[in-house]
């Protein structure tokens, strides 16, 4: 009993602990968030070189070939669209932005390194995600809620090399493309309402994109295009293929959750993945 009333906690020293605990609290919330993170990254990242390293197989190609179909030939007229619109847009307020300095000459090189640098592969990937990424979260997802991957066990078939592999490999062809077409609708679209709606010399406007855009800008769009295709592809067939182990849904609404996750998160590393790769081209 002595030794029971020596070591009991005086009610001071309980209070005390229960207002550390209640000022850890944040701390602790923030603590799980980064780690459950760095989980799934690891997992992403794992995910990724399985897929890559079950590429190169026989009867790949014909895979490959019909998601490029997919993910690339039927998202040019959304892309096409967009891009038009766009050059549009940055032609009109590049022109009255230049007006003022009497520097209208440079509205071509304006509209044209907008594009090829930053506009052109940012909105490509955010519109090949919002129609084919989620069409593919949902087609893994509900092939994993209807036992179609288990099945592809049961028959001793590679569900990530039969499933994933083409679609990685079909989105990092497909995104390089789509970012060419974006750029080149989208100088003509930049061309349409600076010289045909505006009155800008066309000479002067081509030999503007002809003076300043070199190869190297070119080059960096492509290469943003390729990471985000990578970050696309990987983020909405991993979304799909382990969405049975969401905790917060199950059957057909987590597979809804899913796509929606997909879409969302892939949009905003789209973002943060921009930003870095601009800092390290630069």
Not at 40 to 58: H, Q, S
Request: contains cysteine.
């Amino acid at each position: 009993m002595a030794h029971d009333t020596n070591t009991r906690k005086s009610p001071e020293s309980e209070a005390k602990c229960r207002a550390g605990m209640f000022l850890a609290q944040p701390f602790t919330f923030i603590g799980e968030a980064v780690i459950n993170w760095i989980n799934v990254l690891g997992a992403a990242t794992v995910f990724l070189v399985m897929a890559l390293l079950k590429t190169f197989r026989p009867k790949q190609l014909s895979k490959v070939v019909k998601q490029i179909y997919y993910i690339g030939a039927r998202s040019t007229t959304i892309i096409m669209l967009v891009s038009f619109f766009t050059g549009m847009v940055l032609g009109l307020q590049s022109y009255h932005a230049l007006v003022q300095f009497g520097a209208q000459g440079a509205v071509g090189s304006l509209v044209s390194l907008s594009l090829i640098m930053e506009l052109g592969p940012v909105l490509t990937a955010i519109m090949i995600t919002a129609r084919a990424g989620s069409a593919i979260t949902a087609e893994i997802g509900i092939q994993r809620i209807s036992e179609q991957i288990d099945a592809l066990h049961t028959m001793r078939v590679n569900p990530i090399q039969y499933l994933v592999s083409p679609k990685i490999i079909a989105a990092i062809i497909s995104f390089p493309l789509l970012t060419a077409v974006f750029d080149l609708i989208g100088i003509f679209g930049g061309y349409v309402s600076g010289v045909v709606l505006l009155g800008l010399n066309g000479g002067v406007y081509l030999h503007s994109i002809q003076t300043y855009v070199v190869l190297s800008d070119v080059t960096n769009g492509f290469i943003k295009a390729i990471v985000f295709a990578v970050i696309v592809a990987t983020v909405c067939c991993y979304q799909g293929y382990f969405v049975h182990m969401r905790k917060d849904s199950h059957g057909a609404q987590a597979v809804g959750l899913a796509t929606t996750s997909a879409v969302v998160l892939s949009c905003v590393l789209i973002l943060v993945s921009d930003y870095i790769v601009t800092a390290l081209l630069i």
